[in-house]
């Protein structure tokens, strides 16, 4: 053993000296091509943060990037956006690291630029993003990604894209669907799904759903009812409603706002879209002839509110018809009438600190009043022709009732019978929620989205 130690100790220090000649000659020339031969050229194809260096050496590549690098800082328009929010990025706060984008170079290939983003977290948090459910580093990888290549185009990242959704299951809204009369229709539903499940990134058509289940039997009112729930309890989430129809007249068991009507000869359905990456599920509820719904899911980095504004009502008119065969005195009323109804219907949506990000119209529901009708004496309508009275209009002016003759008799088969006239007084005007008479827009007549 100790004859063969001396020739153990020599065979290592041989090896060492082997790999020290070895690396200097090699990462000496690697040193020496780099750093003291600035000279030296990139060869074709090769790319630098999409810049061209292709036959530029190394000093003048480094040169060029620079020049390149300050004139993106002076022209790029990278922006985040939250909501309503647009957040621009910083150009002070892109640092480029040259010497190692340009030690990395693949040569004859596209490399991109070594870059860093500073202070993300606080340029995010100084405009109230909550960062605790927000992927930082994905979303710094990003604008990193977009600065490495020296993009000149605008560019802008939704902060919401980059959401960390939650593992837990909350409850997101309930309705409870009161006052709605159950039906046969209904109960089928509730009996038999339990739940509807939301797939991430897609759209919900009540149409769609029941043909797919084959599931029949629901009458154009009863869907009508379920979707105008369904709608309410949609509203305070982030959910886009595609398409929605209004009736001619408001169901006494739906909240004015929030109708959404359905009819299956003609087509009209309920659509609308979940826009997050997550599954969330409707709830179905029964108990007994009470009907309730839940939207769960992960959850929101927002709180959603809905908000009703300027509520009107319209005055009808009332129009009145003459007959001879009422005594003196004695009134009819053919139709009672309803009075028109206009709301709009706002969704907030506030930071989990109380701080408004967005507020947006969801819709501006309107309802044509319906005039009311009377028949009166012909006796009292020749005692007003003798003595004609004008009517003070709501603005204070003073018009005449409109008389307009008529043809009504006990008997519609007796040619003698005499003709009644018509009188319609008293304009239809809409009221606010205050009591005050203000007159309805142009937009406020439109029927375009009344089936």
Same mark, same amino acid.
């Given at each position: 053993?100790?004859?063969?130690?001396?020739?153990?100790?020599?065979?290592?220090?041989?090896?060492?000296?082997?790999?020290?000649?070895?690396?200097?000659?090699?990462?000496?020339?690697?040193?020496?091509?780099?750093?003291?031969?600035?000279?030296?050229?990139?060869?074709?194809?090769?790319?630098?943060?999409?810049?061209?260096?292709?036959?530029?050496?190394?000093?003048?590549?480094?040169?060029?990037?620079?020049?390149?690098?300050?004139?993106?800082?002076?022209? %790029?328009?990278?922006?985040?956006?939250?909501?309503?929010?647009?957040?621009?990025?910083?150009?002070?706060?892109? #640092?480029?690291?040259?010497?190692?984008?340009?030690?990395?170079?693949?040569?004859?290939?596209?490399?991109?630029?070594?870059?860093?983003?500073?202070?993300?977290? &606080?340029?995010? &948090?100084?405009?109230?993003?909550?960062?605790?459910?927000?992927?930082?580093?994905?979303?710094?990888?990003?604008?990193?990604? #977009?600065?490495?290549?020296?993009?000149?185009?605008?560019?802008?990242?939704?902060?919401?894209?980059?959401?960390?959704?939650?593992?837990?299951?909350?409850?997101?809204?309930?309705?409870?669907?009161?006052?709605?009369?159950?039906?046969?229709?209904?109960?089928?539903?509730?009996?038999?799904?339990?739940?509807?499940?939301?797939?991430?990134?897609?759209?919900?058509?009540?149409?769609?759903?029941?043909?797919?289940?084959?599931?029949?039997?629901?009458?154009?009112?009863?869907?009508?009812?379920?979707?105008?729930?369904?709608?309410?309890?949609?509203?305070?989430?982030?959910?886009?409603?595609?398409?929605?129809?209004?009736?001619?007249?408001?169901?006494?068991?739906?909240?004015?706002?929030?109708?959404?009507?359905?009819?299956?000869?003609?087509?009209?359905?309920?659509?609308?879209?979940?826009?997050?990456?997550?599954?969330?599920?409707?709830?179905?509820?029964?108990?007994?002839?009470?009907?309730?719904?839940?939207?769960?899911?992960?959850?929101?980095?927002?709180?959603?509110?809905?908000?009703?504004?300027?509520? %009107?009502?319209?005055?009808?008119?009332?129009?009145?018809?003459?007959?001879?065969?009422?005594?003196?005195?004695?009134?009819?009323?053919?139709?009672?009438?309803?009075?028109?109804?206009?709301?709009?219907?706002?969704?907030?949506?506030?930071?989990?600190?109380?701080?408004?990000?967005?507020?947006?119209?969801?819709?501006?529901?309107?309802?044509?009043?319906?005039?009311?009708?009377?028949?009166?004496?012909?006796?009292?309508?020749?005692?007003?022709?003798?003595?004609?009275?004008?009517?003070?209009?709501?603005?204070?002016?003073?018009?005449?009732?409109?008389?307009?003759?008529?043809?009504?008799?006990?008997?519609?088969?007796?040619?003698?019978?005499?003709?009644?006239?018509?009188?319609?007084?008293?304009?239809?005007?809409?009221?606010?929620?205050?009591?005050?008479?203000?007159?309805?827009?142009?937009?406020?007549?439109?029927?375009?989205?009344?089936?």
């Amino acid at each position: 053993m100790g004859k063969t130690l001396p020739f153990t100790k020599l065979s290592v220090f041989f090896v060492l000296c082997s790999i020290y000649v070895f690396s200097f000659a090699h990462l000496g020339a690697f040193a020496y091509d780099r750093l003291l031969s600035p000279n030296q050229a990139f060869p074709e194809g090769t790319r630098i943060g999409n810049i061209d260096v292709s036959t530029l050496s190394y000093a003048k590549a480094e040169e060029e990037l620079h020049i390149k690098i300050e004139d993106w800082k002076g022209n %790029q328009s990278m922006t985040l956006s939250y909501m309503d929010t647009v957040i621009p990025l910083d150009s002070k706060l892109f #640092h480029f690291d040259l010497p190692a984008s340009i030690e990395r170079a693949a040569q004859g290939a596209e490399t991109p630029l070594l870059v860093n983003y500073e202070g993300l977290d &606080s340029l995010l &948090s100084s405009n109230e993003v909550n960062t605790s459910m927000l992927d930082l580093e994905g979303l710094g990888q990003e604008i990193m990604e #977009h600065a490495a290549n020296l993009d000149d185009t605008d560019e802008n990242l939704p902060i919401e894209d980059f959401f960390i959704q939650s593992d837990s299951i909350e409850i997101i809204s309930e309705i409870n669907m009161d006052g709605v009369t159950s039906t046969p229709g209904l109960q089928a539903l509730f009996d038999t799904y339990e739940e509807i499940e939301l797939e991430g990134t897609s759209s919900f058509s009540l149409m769609t759903f029941l043909d797919e289940e084959a599931f029949t039997g629901m009458s154009n009112q009863e869907l009508s009812t379920f979707a105008s729930y369904l709608y309410q309890l949609i509203l305070p989430t982030n959910f886009e409603v595609i398409e929605r129809h209004q009736g001619r007249e408001l169901p006494v068991d739906i909240e004015l706002g929030f109708e959404a009507y359905v009819n299956q000869d003609q087509g009209d359905d309920f659509i609308f879209t979940n826009p997050n990456d997550a599954v969330y599920k409707i709830i179905l509820n029964r108990q007994g002839d009470s009907y309730s719904l839940a939207l769960t899911g992960p959850q929101m980095p927002y709180t959603v509110s809905v908000v009703l504004r300027n509520e %009107q009502t319209f005055k009808p008119k009332v129009i009145k018809q003459y007959s001879p065969y009422l005594n003196k005195g004695e009134v009819k009323v053919k139709e009672e009438g309803r009075n028109g109804m206009k709301i709009e219907v706002w969704r907030s949506f506030e930071s989990k600190n109380g701080e408004l990000l967005k507020e947006e119209k969801i819709s501006e529901d309107f309802y044509l009043p319906v005039f009311k009708e009377e028949i009166h004496s012909m006796k009292d309508y020749v005692v007003e022709r003798t003595e004609p009275t004008t009517e003070t209009n709501d603005n204070g002016t003073d018009s005449p009732n409109e008389v307009v003759p008529t043809r009504e008799s006990s008997d519609p088969a007796d040619p003698t019978a005499p003709s009644d006239p018509i009188e319609t007084g008293g304009d239809a005007s809409p009221e606010n929620a205050d009591g005050e008479d203000v007159l309805p827009s142009e937009t406020d007549l439109s029927l375009s989205n009344m089936k």
